[in-house]
């Protein structure tokens, strides 16, 4: 591999001039990651809106490598739940990722195994440091503006999303009905 120079702009989370590979995730594919299953549905029913997109800034995952790139969360919420990504566990568990915020107003939510959640605020300027162990995802708290982070991790640290989307964390985080957010505990997990 050669040196790489990489365009991304720092209000979009845009990277069109790059071999960035651009994925979308729209409600209709991740919906069950969302407790309110029936207003997801209902939601649908009417539109499938993009709830986020990522730009992958194509770092081959080869030992050694660091992989980067941006999320870009939509405000949006399903019933009180705010738009989040669908969340992971990495390959090779005891991998740390490093987030920092570019734009607007979010949440990083981690869980590890044994239970212990972690949650942390984020605005333009924070950066987040996940732990390897920890599940992780972003959540938008703005009712009106995008949330787009900058990602670096291991490139051959691997996704595991299937854990995640099986049960969720045990946390949500929930508008709070005053224009703010409040975290509450998954009653998918009070049921399991």
């Not at 333009?124 to 503006?145: C, L």
Request: with cysteine; proline share 4%.
């Amino acid at each position: 591999m050669t040196p790489k120079t990489t365009f991304f702009d720092l209000q979009t989370g845009f990277a069109p001039e790059t071999e960035s590979v651009s994925l979308k995730r729209s409600l209709s594919t991740i919906k069950s990651i969302f407790s309110n299953q029936e207003k997801a549905e209902e939601i649908l029913s009417s539109e499938d809106r993009l709830v986020y997109e990522f730009y992958d800034l194509g770092i081959p995952e080869k030992e050694g490598n660091i992989a980067y790139g941006t999320s870009i969360l939509y405000p949006g919420k399903v019933g009180d739940e705010f738009h989040m990504t669908k969340g992971h566990f990495h390959t090779i568990l005891d991998t740390g990722e490093v987030y920092y915020c570019l734009k607007g107003h979010g949440m990083m939510m981690m869980e590890n195994p044994e239970g212990d959640v972690e949650y942390r605020e984020m605005r333009a300027g924070h950066s987040v440091f996940v732990p390897g162990r920890y599940a992780h995802r972003t959540i938008n708290v703005s009712d009106t503006e995008v949330f787009v982070t900058f990602f670096a991790f291991r490139a051959d640290a691997g996704h595991d999303y299937g854990t995640v989307e099986s049960k969720g964390f045990r946390k949500l985080v929930v508008s709070d009905g005053q224009g703010g957010y409040k975290i509450i505990d998954n009653p998918k997990w009070n049921s399991i």
